[in-house]
């Protein structure tokens, strides 16, 4: 077949040939039209998508809850810092007490003396002591570090110091 049969079979055909172009340059376009209208309609989603309840634009809204995660973030690592200040703080405070009441003379009736131990959690502190007599009332601070005292520990004091110490964790 050559280029003269080709044209004179086209010519002879020629009204069938533009119908059946004219079919499918009208098939194209009614797709055309479809494609427009899903794209129109996909810009409308996307632009309600990108625009917020108060007209903020999506990227403004994200950078603002950015910004909002970082302060969150600032202020947790802040509450973490004084939370451990105070825990340091709190080591130091007294959390530990022992109490022995005690008679300290025969002839005396009630347990009216005292041994009160008072620790932070390394076990120092004071032992307060207060021995009740008859003509008068004697009190004793002794200082104790690390679980002892430099002084001698009447057996009431020893046992407040104990009891303190039973009292909760070391650090």
């Keep these: 077949m050559d280029i003269q049969e080709i044209t004179k079979f086209a010519l002879n055909n ?10 499918i340059a009208v098939i194209l376009l009614a797709l055309l039209i479809n494609l427009y209208m899903k794209v129109s309609y996909m810009k409308k989603r996307y632009r309600k ?21 970082q302060e969150v973030s600032d202020e947790n690592a802040a509450i973490k810092r004084e ?4 825990d340091n703080l709190l080591q130091l405070a007294i959390t530990r007490v022992g109490v022995v009441r005690f008679r300290a003379f ?5 347990d009216l003396s005292y041994a009160v131990a008072l620790l932070d959690s390394y076990n120092d502190g004071v032992i307060l002591t207060s021995i009740f007599g ?10 104790v570090e690390k679980g002892q005292s430099t002084y001698q520990l009447m057996p009431e004091e020893q046992q407040a110091l104990d009891e303190a110490m039973r009292k909760g964790t070391t650090a």
């Design 134 to 143: 008859r003509e008068d009332s004697r009190s004793y601070v002794k200082p």
């Design 106 to 110: 025969d002839d005396m009736g009630s």
């Design 49 to 69: 998508m990108m625009t917020g309840a108060d007209g903020a634009n999506l990227e403004r809204m994200l950078i603002g809850h950015l910004n909002e995660i």
């Design 83 to 86: 939370n451990e200040r105070l």
């Design 14 to 23: 020629i009204i069938p040939i533009l119908a059946g172009l004219g079919v």
